[in-house]
Structures are given as structure tokens and as C-alpha cells.
Nanobody, 124 residues
Framework: QVQLVESGGGLVQTGGSLRLSCAAS????????IAWFRQVPGKEREFVAA????????RYAGSVKGRFSISRDFAKDMVNLQMNSLEPEDTAVYYC?????????????????WGQGTQVTVSS
């Protein structure tokens, strides 16, 4: 079992920045992936970014590449998502997810564990 808790969401103006954090606990061996997804009402959950905990190797959705950055904090067992140049289209509930596999996936169905989500709202 892996427990995930997100933090850092909020309201920001267009062009602003936010930093989301995902704290992992439980079975946090190193061969797993942590990903961020986002979802707006009435739409499918959308892949944002992911990385392999031990090897790094981040992967990004095209819509956020160059604006978002995913990173690891080994000391705190956390994965952070730095979001810059935010746009109203980035407004969503952001979820942290874990997959106990070395291969990164952008499919939400591949992930076994999920956090409760944190709201990000970008005003125009």
C-alpha cells in the first residue's frame, strides 16, 4: 500500500506560478513511478507529468512541456510539480498517482494509488 497526500493548490492569476507537492508513505520502494494527472468536470483524467522515483527521467504532456517541472525530494519522500506561466486552461483538480512499476505510463488506468486531489484555479 502507498498513501499519497497532495498539497499546494490554490487560486492564481494567468501567468502566475504554483507548486504542488505529493507526499508518499507506506511501501515506497524505489522502483515506482509518481505521476500528476488533472481533471475538470465532465472530462477524462488527463496526464500531466511523471517520473521514475529512482532514475528520474521525467515525462510531460505536450500541453505543459516547458512550463511545468516535476522533481523528487528524496529526503522528504515527496514529488513536486512546479507550474509556471499558468493559463486558465490549467484549471483543474490535480491528482498525484503512484504505479509500482519501473515503466512510466501516461494512462490513468495504469496507476494503482491516488491522492485525494487538490484544486488549482487560474483566473483570467
Amino acid at each position: 500500500q502507498v498513501q499519497l497526500v497532495e498539497s499546494g493548490g490554490g487560486l492564481v492569476q494567468t501567468g502566475g506560478s504554483l507548486r504542488l507537492s505529493c507526499a508518499a508513505s507506506g511501501r515506497t520502494d524505489r522502483n515506482y513511478n509518481i505521476a500528476w494527472f488533472r481533471q475538470v468536470p465532465g472530462k477524462e483524467r488527463e496526464f500531466v507529468a511523471a517520473l521514475n522515483w529512482s532514475a528520474g527521467r521525467p515525462r510531460y504532456a505536450g500541453s505543459v512541456k516547458g512550463r511545468f517541472s516535476i522533481s523528487r525530494d528524496f529526503a522528504k519522500d515527496m514529488v513536486n510539480l512546479q507550474m509556471n506561466s499558468l493559463e486558465p486552461e490549467d484549471t483543474a483538480v490535480y491528482y498525484c498517482a503512484a504505479r509500482l512499476d519501473i515503466v512510466i505510463s501516461s494512462q490513468s488506468t495504469a496507476y494503482d494509488y491516488w491522492g485525494q486531489g487538490t484544486q488549482v484555479t487560474v483566473s483570467s
